[in-house]
């Protein structure tokens, strides 16, 4: 059991104000593991105090010390890469076969390349009488979901440690294991106090909290897009800083030269990698109709083939749902396909037997999918994709498109300058050509419904920055 009781405020562990607990479970094996603070209004106050007290000094240390934090901060994630990565397969369920490179080493190449960027702070533009700086935005707070905990935490707090801001930071109640053990790495190199502090408990009372808190400077939150709303009207009366990186329903366009066995396949991996509980998930394969059929028998080959069970055996590619709330929710979007008249040719709602314990959805593949069904329009969050057949290229296009949210995409062609040609059709902030690989040196972030914030790289330390116009 990992009991956590206190709350890690003002560089110290203090004794929460809310009262009572949340219990972690892991969703493998339904067992409690953990459990950490239900936090409330008042512990988000002094965290927020503290946060604020750190920053006037915090701000303007020099950037090369605050890139040596940064760099310390790598090592000790580096050292006990293992730790994090146990604690996160048990809280969140992601098999130990992807955990440890997806969820840590992931994360900790993007935390590493801030050592560097934190520089830019202190680069000055002369335009006209005016000399331009780079100033902190000052006390952040940071929302977080569950799915890949440790990966969003270090996209918000790695360019807000290079910027000189502090933070205030709110995990997901599902996963808020993995942060407590990262504050006891914050705690071991000595960052100053009150430059992070990790408030766990409910959205609706930490998450609100700080969202509207007026000495709160900026809000970076990650999560569900109606949830992200609540949080930017929440923020909107203290005109602070709203950063949002929210759902997604993505569109892989396979065209009809792509070599179609690896495309198909490479698209049924995309969505069912961490159970299909991925943002950027390509959930809707737009196939052409004169290679239909055949990409459907690849599709369910791939997919029967895929291995589902205990995230701690090295053959396992897909574990449980998060939680039995996601799995709920998951079950709930397959009877609807089913209901709108979609064809199920790989999965359902049925588990094998061996694995009834613990929140298990099987990979599913519904065929003959309409993109106005709800399935095509509404993030499921869970290991299902959608099938569409297309008539031509812009009739793709239009149906790529045809969506509330723009996060991600995939092109897959016959060749890289034809996909990128396509790739610049899509309304979405990213798009993986031929199979490419996640970038963290790239900015990250949505178009329409899906956020307005960008996260990595030097775009991702923007987001942290104030500019100043000096007149001389
Ligand atoms: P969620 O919106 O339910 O919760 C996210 C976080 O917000 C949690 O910490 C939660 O406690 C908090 N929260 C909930 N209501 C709140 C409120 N009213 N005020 C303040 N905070 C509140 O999302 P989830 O189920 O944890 O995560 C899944 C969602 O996250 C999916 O929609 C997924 O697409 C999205 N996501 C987006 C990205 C991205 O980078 N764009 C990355 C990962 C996940």
Not at 307 to 327: E, H, K, T, V
Request: with cysteine; aromatic share 6%; net charge negative.
């Amino acid at each position: 059991m990992l009991e956590h009781k206190r709350l890690f405020i003002d560089g110290a562990w203090q004794q929460p104000s809310g009262q009572g607990f949340a219990q972690v479970i892991n969703p493998a094996t339904q067992a409690v593991i953990g459990q950490v603070p239900l936090g409330d209004e008042r512990d988000v106050d002094r965290a927020v105090a503290a946060a604020r007290k750190a920053f006037a000094s915090w701000s303007r240390t020099p950037s090369s010390v605050r890139a040596g934090y940064i760099r310390d901060l790598v090592e000790q994630l580096t050292a006990r890469a293992n730790d994090m990565a146990a604690v996160i397969t048990a809280e969140l369920g992601m098999p130990v076969q992807w955990c440890r490179a997806v969820q840590v080493e992931g994360p900790i190449a993007g935390l590493a390349q801030y050592v560097e960027i934190a520089g830019l702070m202190d680069q000055v533009r002369e335009v006209g009488n005016s000399r331009v700086v780079r100033e902190a935005v000052g006390v952040c707070a940071f929302i977080n979901p569950w799915n890949y905990p440790l990966h969003q935490l270090i996209g918000k707090l790695a360019p807000a440690l290079a910027a000189g801001c502090t933070m205030v930071v709110k995990p997901s109640q599902e996963t808020p294991l993995h942060a407590f053990l990262l504050a006891q790495m914050i705690e071991a190199i000595g960052l100053p106090a009150g430059v992070f502090n990790l408030v766990s408990g409910p959205g609706a009372k930490v998450g609100e909290a700080l969202a509207r808190h007026p000495d709160v400077d900026m809000v970076s939150f990650t999560g569900s897009t109606g949830a992200g709303v609540r949080v930017a009207q929440a923020a909107a009366p203290s005109v602070k800083r709203v950063c949002l990186e929210l759902g997604g329903k993505s569109p892989l366009l396979i065209a009809e030269d792509a070599d179609l066995a690896a495309a198909v396949r490479y698209g049924v991996q995309d969505v069912m990698i961490n159970s299909g509980q991925t943002c950027t998930a390509l959930t809707r394969m737009l196939l052409p109709a004169s290679r239909y059929a055949e990409a459907l028998e690849i599709a369910r080959a791939e997919t029967e083939s895929l291995i589902m069970g205990d995230p701690l055996d090295p053959q396992s590619f897909l574990g449980p749902m998060c939680s039995a709330g996601q799995r709920r929710t998951v079950l709930d979007y397959i009877r609807i396909g089913e209901e709108e008249g979609a064809r199920l040719i790989a999965g359902g709602a049925q588990v094998p037997g061996a694995l009834e314990r613990g929140f298990y959805v099987t990979p599913t593949l519904f065929a003959d999918v309409d993109n106005r069904m709800r399935i095509a329009q509404e993030e499921i969050f869970g290991p299902v994709l959608c099938l569409i057949p297309y008539r031509d290229e812009a009739h793709a296009l239009e149906i790529a498109n045809d969506s509330p949210f723009g996060l991600s995409s995939g092109v897959w062609a016959g060749s890289t300058e034809r996909a990128v040609e396509l790739a610049r059709h899509l309304r979405a902030g990213q798009c993986f050509v031929n199979g490419g690989a996640f970038n963290y040196q790239a900015p990250f972030g949505g178009y329409k419904q899906s956020g307005n914030g960008r996260e990595w790289g030097e775009e991702g330390l923007a987001e942290f920055v104030e500019t100043k116009a000096i007149q001389l």
